[in-house]
């Protein structure tokens, strides 16, 4: 028995790790119906394009702050649209598979239940993609709004008649906030340190670079943040413990309360 355990307590149990060939399985499955989403969605560009606009002016009469206000700031200079372009190019799968990674070797509960939320926001992101083909506004003329990744680099995207490898057409959810936020919520509730509220800085500045960049629109970042808030309701975060939440290696489980015979039971 392990000293740590007393008397009449179960010897707890850590949870354990999904075998990691079925894990890289479904990572390779989700790109797979990403790269199908592509294919099924290059035919839909003059739709891609009204919808734009209709989003534009959803957004005018919505009176949501202006994408040309955000991108002004990044236009003040060359370094700065170079620091967003490389933020929006750099940051968004590495620090999603690191975070991943991470649950992984030190929270597998809280793997196993970020993964799922993960994969839900994210099927249901391509569903939408599908049904909703939407232009970003740096291709949208009305919107005035520069391409900064064209201009000032760096670009993850080519012109979008010879780009086969992204959906260029699917800004609607911003699948890069919505994994952010994510990553952010997820590092809070896993870890206990008094520093670990600033992972909330990259979601308060994800929105910012996305929209700048004219990648994306506010209503995109809105719809990502409505479906993670309905998969976080559907898919519950594992019970805190010491385990769990990092402190010690395992957990106590409290011992049955003992039957009292002949007492009326």
């Given amino acids: 028995m392990n000293a740590r355990t007393e008397p009449g307590e179960a010897e707890p149990v850590t949870p354990a790790r999904p075998p990691i060939v079925r894990e890289l399985l479904l990572v390779a499955g989700l790109f797979l119906v990403y790269k199908l989403g592509r294919q099924l969605a290059a035919g839909h560009t003059g739709e891609a394009f009204r919808n ?51 649950l992984y070797l030190r929270r597998p509960a809280h793997y196993v239940w970020a993964r799922r939320v993960l994969a839900a926001v994210t ?21 005035g ?6 201009v000032y680099g760096p670009s993850v995207y080519g012109p979008p008649q010879t780009d086969h490898l992204s959906n260029q057409f699917a800004a609607m959810p911003s699948l890069h906030f919505g994994w952010a936020l994510m990553v952010a919520i997820g590092l809070v509730v ?31 970042a ?16 594992p019970r805190r413990t010491a385990t769990t939440a990092g402190r010690g290696t395992r957990t106590l489980v409290p011992a049955e309360e003992p039957v009292l015979v002949g007492a009326g039971r």
């Fill in 52 to 102: 734009a606009h209709d989003v534009w002016h959803v957004e005018r009469l919505l009176r949501l702050p202006q994408e040309g206000s955000v991108q002004a700031l990044l236009l003040h200079g060359d370094s700065l649209a170079e620091v967003a372009n490389t933020y929006y190019a750099t940051v968004h799968f590495p620090a999603t598979l690191a975070f991943l990674v991470w």
């Fill in 222 to 237: 809105i719809a990502a943040g409505a479906l993670l808030g309905l998969a976080l309701a559907l898919i519950h975060a």
């Fill in 145 to 150: 709004l520069v391409d900064t990744a064209r």
């Fill in 190 to 220: 896993a870890t206990r340190s008094r520093w670990r509220w600033l992972w909330l800085l990259h979601p308060l500045l994800t929105p910012l670079v996305i929209v700048g960049t004219a990648n994306h629109y506010w209503l995109d």
């Fill in 123 to 143: 099927a249901a992101a391509l569903v939408l993609h599908l049904a909703l083909p939407l232009a970003p506004p740096r291709m949208l003329a009305a919107t």
